[in-house]
Nanobody, 125 residues
Framework: QVQLVESGGGSVQAGDSLRLSCAAS????????MAWFRQAPGKEREFVAV????????DYADSVKGRFTFSRDNDKDTIYLQMNSLKPEDTAVYYC??????????????????WGQGTQVTVSS
């Protein structure tokens, strides 16, 4: 059982930055594929970014590419999502997730077994 705890959300103005953190309670953290998803009110949960442990690759949704940066600190069992140039359409609850997704399902929320509680990000114009 992996426990994930997010932090770092908040309310900001368009153009501002935030950094989200997600701490994992798992000694094999460095062997886990970790991902960020988000869910806006009335919408389905959508993929934001993923880091595959097997080769270290990072993939981003087109909507955040160039503005968001995924990083991980294996010594602290923590991943981060640096969000710059925030837009009102980035408003959502952000979740970190982990599990054992196959390559073709890295962007699919149902492929992940463990989820954090979510952290709210609100961007006003």
């Amino acid at each position: 059982q992996v426990q994930l705890v997010e932090s770092g959300g908040g309310s900001v103005q368009a153009g501002d930055s935030l950094r989200l953190s997600c701490a994992a309670s798992e000694r094999t953290f460095r062997r886990l594929t970790m991902a960020w998803f988000r869910q806006a009110p009335g919408k389905e949960r959508e993929f934001v970014a993923v880091n595959r442990y097997s080769n270290g690759s990072i993939d981003y949704a087109d909507s955040v590419k160039g503005r968001f940066t995924f990083s991980r600190d294996n010594d602290k069992d923590t991943i981060y999502l640096q969000m710059n140039s925030l837009k009102p359409e980035d408003t959502a609850v952000y979740y970190c997730a982990t599990g054992y997704p196959i390559l073709s399902q890295l962007r699919v929320s149902t492929a992940y077994n463990y989820w954090g509680q979510g952290t709210q990000v609100t961007v006003s114009s």
